[in-house]
């Protein structure tokens, strides 16, 4: 059983910066592809970035491009979520989540992903 922690949300003007972190439990994370999904009120789940479990390559969506930058540090088992020039269309609970599968696809889809955290709220708002 894999058990994944979110931190780091809260509320920001817009413009501003945040820096999301998600802990994967024991020793595992080098094996898994680890995602950030977000959901808002009334909207489906939508995946945001992802970082693949080997060669490091990275997924964004389109609307993120240029603002979020996804890392991980395997000797933590955390996997971060640089936000800068944060829009209010960013607010939503974020979730990190883990797909055993491996791999980065032109696409994320949260029934890739196996295990998930419990969500952390972000709230661009001025």
């Known amino acids: 059983q894999v058990q994944l922690v979110e931190s780091g949300g809260g509320l920001v003007q817009p413009g501003g910066s945040l820096r999301l972190s998600c802990g994967v439990s024991?020793?595992?994370?080098?094996?898994?592809?680890i995602g950030w999904f977000r959901q808002a009120p009334g909207k489906e789940r939508e995946g945001v970035s992802c970082?693949?479990?080997?060669?490091?390559?990275?997924y964004y969506t389109d609307s993120v491009k240029g603002r979020f930058t996804i890392s991980r540090d395997n000797a933590k088992n955390t996997v971060y979520l640089q936000m800068n020039s944060l829009k209010p269309e960013d607010t939503a609970v974020y979730y990190c989540?883990?797909?055993?599968?491996?791999?980065?696809?032109?696409?994320?889809?949260?029934?890739?992903?196996?295990?998930w955290g419990q969500g952390t709220q972000v709230t661009v708002s001025s």
């Open positions: 989540a883990a797909d055993t599968a491996g791999g980065v696809f032109a696409t994320m889809r949260p029934s890739w992903y196996d295990y």
């Open positions: 024991g020793n595992t994370l080098g094996y898994y592809t």
């Open positions: 970082i693949g479990n080997g060669d490091g390559n990275t």
